[in-house]
């Protein structure tokens, strides 16, 4: 995981994040030195501070930034609607910078990093075009009268964010917040809390009013005080299941709204039927992106029997040739994990999956990237979330029987099927109990259709028109034409 900065000596230090080009920054280099909560519109070192923390780089596990827990947060209610398309304009103006910072941040590959800042700037560009059409119901009623509905903002709404998508998740719940008419107060992970900052000026410069969208840094504790705080009406949480257990708790308490969008471990099945190629590299892009700290991985890759060898065997050919390394250069598509004791989790699972399967390739230098092939159902590998790139293979025989065992788990969030078969594949995801299905495909995120998990993976929407739903409340407006019918 610790890679050698190879291309550290070739660029000068980089000190500060704005407007910093991105030819200054490599691998090694990058150091942030101004405050990183944000409220009122302005970096501020916030004068509750609870402590400090450090925020490292994965690829070198040098410390890029030291900064400071916070508790207070500085929101205003302005009722204007904010203009998400200048801030669209500006993220796409400044998608290198802000997808290096991610890059050094979160060590997921430039290239990937990239295209989170694309489906970055899509979210805050669709809820602009939908905050216009925003609208509520005439409904007629008997005698002349009438009544209708708004659709009105909630208040102030906290965002919680995990550390694997972190420009991508502060995007993808302050644009329809903000588009609904919301403040929002985003935590982002401490393990990533620099590019959410970029999201915070970037609005300011789109002409958000101050206090619309403010960073608070912190973790568990500013976490749970965002959570419990009495004027706080809604809550957006993307974690793990533990975590989003106890967010349920706290909002619980206040009778507060919630979206949670939790962990998985997602079955994608391969029926014999399908396209060979496009099966292998939907299960590469089902288990590698981001190192395979993806919610929605396709993990458990079930391969009907009759071409489980051809498969495999693709599978670690393909495999192989994936470029581990530095994730700051061009050509790299896989960086290092977030940190070391992710990393060391992350190898507890291989190495209890190595006494039980036939695994490779393995690791070295510390990126690590496997398959296990024959895997079997009550596997650890196979149970439980790993968040790293492991992908289990498994074989089935029948439709029926890959169903039951695709649905035997507790959580809910995606699930995939390859097949040339139409009515198969339909029939398919119907009975998969999975928030997200893709068919011939996996992992494509466009921000049109509604992402979000069954059972233990969560509940509520992110992105899509549903979307709206979860960050405003209907008012109904009940009008008489006519007299009171009085009952007394
Ligand atoms: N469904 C999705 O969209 C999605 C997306 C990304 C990640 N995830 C899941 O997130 C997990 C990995 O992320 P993680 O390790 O950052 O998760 P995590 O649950 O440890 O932390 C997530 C966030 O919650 C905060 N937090 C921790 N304890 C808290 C508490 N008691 N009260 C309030 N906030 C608290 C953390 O500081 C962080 O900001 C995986 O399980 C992954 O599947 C889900
Ligand atoms: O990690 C899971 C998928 C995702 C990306 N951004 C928000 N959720």
């Excluded at 400071?68 to 669209?88: D, I, M, Q, R, W």
């Excluded at 590959?109 to 119901?137: K, P, V």
């Excluded at 466009?446 to 509940?459: A, I, N, R």
Aim: with cysteine.
């Amino acid at each position: 995981m610790f890679l050698r900065a190879g291309r550290a000596a070739l660029s000068p230090l980089v000190r500060s994040l704005q407007p910093s080009p991105v030819a200054a920054m490599s691998t090694g280099t990058f150091v942030v030195s101004q405050p990183l909560n944000y409220r009122g519109g302005a970096r501020v070192e916030p004068a509750d501070a609870s402590g400090t923390e450090k925020a490292f780089e994965p690829a070198t596990g040098r410390v890029i930034a030291t900064f400071t827990s916070a508790f207070k947060y500085g929101v205003k209610l302005h009722g204007a609607l904010p203009n998400l398309l200048e801030g669209c304009r500006i993220i796409r103006d400044r998608e290198d910078e802000i997808a290096a910072v991610e890059c050094i941040n979160n060590g997921k590959s430039i290239f990937e990093a990239r295209l989170d800042i694309d489906t970055s700037w899509q979210c805050l560009e669709y809820y602009a075009g939908l905050a216009a059409s925003m609208a509520g119901e005439h409904i007629q009623l008997p005698g002349g009268s009438f009544g209708y509905t708004r659709r009105e903002p909630l208040g102030v709404c906290v965002g919680i964010g995990a550390w694997n998508y972190p420009f991508q998740i502060a995007s993808w719940k302050s644009a329809p917040a903000l588009a609904c008419g919301n403040a929002m107060v985003f935590k982002p992970s401490p393990f990533t809390p620099v590019s959410a900052l970029l999201l915070a000026e970037i609005y300011t410069e789109a002409g958000v009013p101050p206090g619309l969208f403010n960073v608070v840094q912190g973790g568990a504790a500013t976490g749970q005080f965002l959570c419990q705080h009495h004027d706080v009406a809604k809550v957006s949480f993307t974690g793990s299941v533990p975590t989003g257990m106890k967010i349920m708790e706290m909002s619980a308490k206040g009778i507060k709204p919630v979206t949670l969008e939790l962990g998985g471990k997602s079955p994608l099945i391969i029926f014999s039927d399908c396209d060979m190629n496009n099966a292998v590299k939907g299960a590469l892009m089902a288990n590698f992106l981001t190192q395979g700290q993806v919610c929605c991985n396709g993990t458990r890759v079930f391969v009907q029997k009759e071409i489980l060898d051809k498969f495999t065997e693709e599978v670690v050919k393909q495999t192989q040739r994936i470029k581990i390394g530095d994730p700051l250069l061009e050509d790299t598509r896989m960086g290092p994990l977030i940190n070391r004791p992710h990393l060391e989790r992350v190898l507890g699972f291989v190495k209890v999956a190595k006494d039980g399967a036939h695994c490779g390739p393995s690791y070295s230098g510390g990126f690590i990237l496997m398959f296990a092939a024959n895997c079997r159902d009550d596997m650890t590998c196979v149970k439980e979330e790993i968040f790293g790139p492991v992908m289990s293979i498994l074989s089935f025989d029948t439709e029926a029987e890959v169903l039951e065992r695709a649905n035997d788990t507790t959580f809910g969030l995606a699930a995939g099927v390859f097949t040339r078969d139409i009515q198969r594949a339909h029939r398919v995801v119907a009975e998969l109990q999975a928030g997200t299905c893709f068919i011939n495909n996996y992992n494509v995120s466009p921000v049109e259709l509604p992402f979000g998990g069954y059972k233990k993976s969560g509940f509520g929407r992110e992105n899509g028109r549903v979307t709206i739903e979860y960050y405003s409340q209907l008012k109904t407006v009940c009008v008489e034409m006519g007299d009171v019918e009085s009952a007394f």
